[in-house]
Nanobody, 113 residues
Framework: VQLVESGGGLVHPGGSLRLSCAASGIMVHLYDMGWYRQGPENQRELIAEIGTGDITNYADSVKGRFTISRDNAKNTVYLQMDSLKPEDTAVYYC????????WGQGTQVTVSS
C-alpha cells in the first residue's frame, strides 16, 4: 500500500488549497479513508474522513471549511481546504482508517501572511 500526498504549500489566511492523495495497492472506494494533520507541537489528529458509503465526518476545527472527496477512477482522495487559518499550518497525511499501513511523507501546509 502506498499513499502519496501532494498539493501543499504556502498560502495567505483566507486562501484555499486542494490536497491530493494518490493511492496504489488498494482501491480507495473500498475503505474508510481519512485526512490527518500534525502541527509543530501537536499530535497527529484526524480531521476528515470519508466512508465506503461516502458519508463524511469532520473535526470541529475544520467543519464548514474543509471538504473531503474521492475520485474512484483516479483512485485518489482529495481535501479541499477553504478559509484557511494560521492554525491550519501542519503536515497533512492521508491514511486508510483502521489499518496499520505505513504513513506517507505528508504534504506541508503553511498559512501565513
Amino acid at each position: 500500500v502506498q499513499l502519496v500526498e501532494s498539493g501543499g504549500g504556502l498560502v495567505h489566511p483566507g486562501g484555499s488549497l486542494r490536497l491530493s492523495c494518490a493511492a496504489s495497492g488498494i482501491m480507495v472506494h473500498l475503505y474508510d479513508m481519512g485526512w490527518y494533520r500534525q502541527g509543530p507541537e501537536n499530535q497527529r489528529e484526524l480531521i476528515a474522513e470519508i466512508g465506503t458509503g461516502d458519508i463524511t465526518n469532520y473535526a470541529d476545527s475544520v467543519k464548514g471549511r474543509f471538504t473531503i472527496s474521492r475520485d474512484n477512477a483516479k483512485n485518489t482522495v482529495y481535501l479541499q481546504m477553504d478559509s484557511l487559518k494560521p492554525e491550519d499550518t501542519a503536515v497533512y497525511y492521508c491514511h486508510r482508517k483502521f489499518w496499520s499501513d505505513a504513513w506517507g511523507q505528508g504534504t506541508q501546509v503553511t498559512v501565513s501572511s
